[in-house]
């Protein structure tokens, strides 16, 4: 013997193994926080527990004995009808399938809907019992990402086409400002074999000092928007730091002393090799210092200082002015294309772009770069490149692989 759901004694016989499994069934249904329900083969209501007025609004009775097509949304009710009448006439069961009804208030409510067909004891389906799983909240932000995502695909896909088309405009440009130059050069050049009185020589050096100028920017312009798409690259070798740093110091003397500036250097007796780009690490110290030059004044002392950081991996480099320093204002922007720092009493030259690109260049060392100043005393430009070890040759560099050329 046993009890109803009530606790009323009833005797075995008196009911069949699906009635027992629809009691105990709607017992626990009660436990759940999901809509848990009962429906005939005529798609009606026959069981829906408390649930249901939380999720969807309805009282258990205000279902009961409907069907429920009645309840899904008007244009979903077609494609659905074809989905559940599969199920009734298959007595299959469906796992997962996404049902779209309306609240009582007219919003759409999505169900995450898993169902079994209920069987009397000759095997014979008479209805489905299931649950069904508020996700709508889930669906919804799930499209919302979708469209942010397919928005940002294309915003992205629209920014590449911009950087291409600026790196072609770039090249277009740089190939236009450098024919011209070519012609300069050459005639420059050819004027130079001539007997040429000192007045005359003075100009072709004028020339070609100005034409080395304009080649100098029109290739860092063309560096810039190459590093702005990521097309930029180093090609790093083993340097024996010392005898390179000491080479540069030498051929910078005559161009910090032809711009009215003294230029002091830092450097100890020995020094731990380097892998990097020799051409690319000369662009980023001259860089570094034609800024200091540019930003002091006439006599003003420029350092260059190296020395192992205290980060052991790395070497450290240093460019130290005792020129204007820069504004408080200007700081966050140091390192931004085309950034100008002005003052009132000099017009400086140039296109805004060294600090920049140094930054990209050091970088793609696998370095840092950095900056300390005060207004009026002057600034110290810091960067570092990792120095050469067995080590580095797998861990040290952030972008690319380590060249072999690097080995010993």
Same mark, same amino acid.
């Given at each position: ?134 996700? $709508?909240?889930? @669906? &919804? ?7 942010? !995502?397919?928005? +940002? *695909? #294309? /915003?992205? =896909? ?123 690490? $000369?662009?980023? @110290? &001259? ?7 540019? !930003?002091?004044? +006439? *006599? #003003? /002392?420029? =350092? ?105």
């Amino acid at each position: 013997m046993s009890n109803n759901p009530k606790g009323d004694p009833i005797l075995n016989s008196q009911i069949s193994q699906s009635q027992v499994e629809s009691m105990l069934f709607r017992c626990f249904a009660e436990e759940l926080n999901d809509i848990v329900w009962e429906g005939s083969n005529t798609i009606a209501v026959t069981f829906v527990n408390s649930k249901v007025y939380d999720i969807w609004g309805y009282k258990p009775e205000e279902l009961i004995g409907k069907n429920f097509l009645d309840f899904m949304v008007p244009s979903k009710r077609e494609e659905q009808k074809k989905v559940i009448d599969s199920m009734v006439e298959n007595k299959a069961a469906v796992n997962g399938i996404h049902l779209y009804y309306q609240h009582r208030n007219g919003k759409t409510l999505i169900f995450e809907t898993r169902a079994k067909p209920i069987l009397d004891n000759n095997g014979k389906c008479v209805g489905h019992r299931g649950i069904f799983r508020d996700v $709508t909240n889930y @669906i &919804l932000q799930e499209k919302r990402l979708q469209k942010l !995502y397919k928005q +940002e *695909k #294309a /915003a992205f =896909t629209e920014l590449e086409n911009q950087m291409q088309q600026r790196l072609e405009f770039t090249r277009a440009l740089a190939h236009e400002l450098k024919t011209p130059l070519t012609v300069i050069q050459a005639a420059n050049e050819l004027m130079g074999t001539q007997v040429l009185s000192p007045e005359l020589t003075n100009i072709s050096d004028s020339i070609a000092r100005g034409v080395q100028s304009l080649q100098k920017r029109v290739n860092e312009l063309l560096d810039l928007a190459k590093g702005e798409v990521g097309m930029l690259t180093v090609n790093r070798k083993l340097i024996k730091t010392l005898p390179y740093i000491t080479n540069l110091i030498n051929d910078l003397k005559p161009m910090v002393k032809m711009r009215n500036r003294n230029l002091l250097t830092n450097i100890p007796n020995s020094l731990p090799n380097i892998c990097a780009d020799e051409q690319r690490l $000369t662009q980023i @110290i &001259l860089n570094l210092v034609d800024n200091s030059i540019k !930003y002091s004044t +006439e *006599k #003003a /002392a420029i =350092t260059i200082s190296v020395r192992q950081d205290t980060n052991l991996d790395n070497i450290l480099f240093q460019v130290t002015d005792t020129g204007f320093g820069i504004p408080p204002d200007k700081q966050i922007e140091i390192f931004n294309p085309y950034a100008r720092i002005r003052k009132a009493e000099e017009h400086t030259t140039g296109l805004g772009i060294g600090l920049s690109l140094s930054r990209t260049l050091v970088e793609l060392h696998g370095g840092q770069i950095w900056f300390e100043t005060s207004e009026g005393i002057g600034s110290s430009f810091y960067f570092t490149i990792p120095k050469y070890t067995r080590k580095h040759m797998t861990t040290a560099f952030k972008k690319g692989q380590p060249d072999e050329n690097c080995h010993n």
